[in-house]
């Protein structure tokens, strides 16, 4: 990948980085403001309720700019992660307050990707975007002229793909992703606290995130084509 390195490649790099931090600010900032809500200080008082994306990357350098930038560079994609801060002592006296908090960071990737879905929309009622022949991660429209309108086509169609894929991976049931937490408003809290201690490890949340990305693997392709056969009603993308 290191010799495709042309303006094209570079160009779609900065769209890509773009959705990227702004769909991980939005998920954090999600995580602080339901904390927050939930009576948990500690993200706001960090001063991560907010969609600037500085205190995202302050507090997370590496996962935030070195790991994309190089995934992108290396892979073509981008991976990365960021994190906001909770009190552990309110998590475990609020453990249904606590899942809620876990289910912001999902449910606003899941709003950002229906917000693609409607200016794809709009974007094809007024004539300017259109299905593809064939769709692919960065290419669920296109442009119907060439031109500026192409770079609005990849980031919509990023944001798309990339938002979807962030809304369900987070939500796996494992240690240490979001719907770990999120399945605490099933139980009890009594059953809450004890479970989200049994399965409070390191060791367990890295195999976790082994375990969660194999399976993804399965998963997310399937889901993708159901999603643009939502999106493009009758297209039969297969």
Known sequence: ?????NPEFIALGFL?????????????????LAAQWGGDLTAAEGGQ???????HIRREVFGTTIVPILSYVLGGWMIGWG????DPHWRFRNPHRAAWMALAGPAANLILMLAAVLAI?????????????????????????PGPLEGVAILLSIMFSL????????LLPI????????????FTEDFARRFTEATRNPTLALLGLIVGWKIFGYIYDPLFT??????????GYG
């Open 83 to 86: 994190s906001a801060p909770f």
């Open 121 to 145: 929309r709009i974007g094809i009622l007024a004539g300017v975007l259109a299905p593809p022949q064939s769709a692919r991660f960065t290419h669920v429209v296109a442009a119907t002229h």
């Open 163 to 170: 938002n979807l894929l962030l809304t369900l991976f987070n």
């Open 16 to 32: 890509w980085y773009i959705a990227f931090l702004f769909s991980l600010t939005c998920h954090e900032a999600s995580h602080a």
């Open 49 to 55: 309720v907010t969609l600037n994306p500085l205190p």
């Open 226 to 235: 159901l999603a643009l056969n939502v999106l493009y009603p009758g297209a």
């Open 1 to 5: 990948m290191l010799t495709s390195m």
């Open 175 to 186: 240690p240490p992703l979001d719907g770990h937490g999120a399945i605490c408003l099933f």
